[in-house]
């Protein structure tokens, strides 16, 4: 593989385009690859999703927190 | 009507049945008030992420509710007084989909749960970093023997 040390591809949003998953509280298993091993939200720009879907991503994953779904926090 | 999604969390004590009468009772007290339950779903008994009043565990039902906003505050002030009921939360959305929700379809094909988990970490991993895999080979061709280094290099 000859690829230069920091070269970046591209990345897009996985929340946009036409077969792009909805945002659902209710959708644990989406919404798990978001959070991080101790269950925090994984910031954007290293998901790549775009500002827009961050919120309504924060939004689901907190509604989903609150009613046990997801764990606040993992020791 | 403003549509309404209100899932709730019983405690785990009581059975499947109670928690069906459980959601009957609040289907009524919704069309009292000029309301209609469009869909009801029973999650079933679910592990907790956390403990909620002690209880790990708890059944989770989903309601689809089209209703008066004075007919939902008066359906979760009475599961704020039912001890049942361990947590509610009710939402305002645009609109109702029909289709059963993602936890009735993982319900239906737990079979299924395995390979969809593999699939779903293939298509994590090209996308988290790029830089990851190379080095991840690199070290794998380094311990391996040759006979699987020249392989490599072949490709």
């Known amino acids: 593989m000859s690829r230069r040390p920091f070269f970046r591809r591209p990345k897009s949003c996985p929340f946009s385009g036409d077969n792009a998953p909805k945002i659902d509280y209710k959708n644990v298993k989406l919404l798990q690859r978001f959070t991080s091993e101790r269950g925090k939200i994984v910031p954007s720009r290293i998901t790549a999703v775009s500002a827009k879907k961050q919120r309504e991503l924060a939004t689901a994953i907190k509604r989903a927190r609150n009613l046990a779904l997801m764990p606040f926090l993992i020791n | ?155």
């Open chain 2, 1 to 155: 009507m403003p549509l309404y999604e209100s899932v709730y969390i019983a405690r785990p004590d009581i059975s499947a049945t109670q928690v069906e009468t459980l959601t009957a009772d609040m289907t009524k007290i919704l069309e009292e008030n000029g309301g209609k339950v469009v869909k009801d779903e029973y999650w079933g008994l679910k592990s907790l992420a956390y403990r909620i009043k002690k209880n790990r565990k708890g059944h989770y039902s989903l309601l689809n509710i089209d209703c008066p906003p004075a007919a939902l505050s008066e359906m979760e002030r009475n599961m704020r007084i039912h001890e049942d009921v361990l947590r509610y939360m009710s939402i305002r959305v645009d609109e109702h989909d029909e289709e059963p929700s993602v936890m009735m379809q993982s319900k239906s094909n737990r079979d299924d749960r395995d390979r969809d988990r593999g699939r779903g970490r293939d298509d994590d991993r090209p996308k988290r970093d790029s830089g990851d895999t190379p080095a991840v080979s690199a070290s794998a061709s380094a311990s391996d023997t040759p006979a699987s280094d020249t392989k490599e290099t072949e490709e």
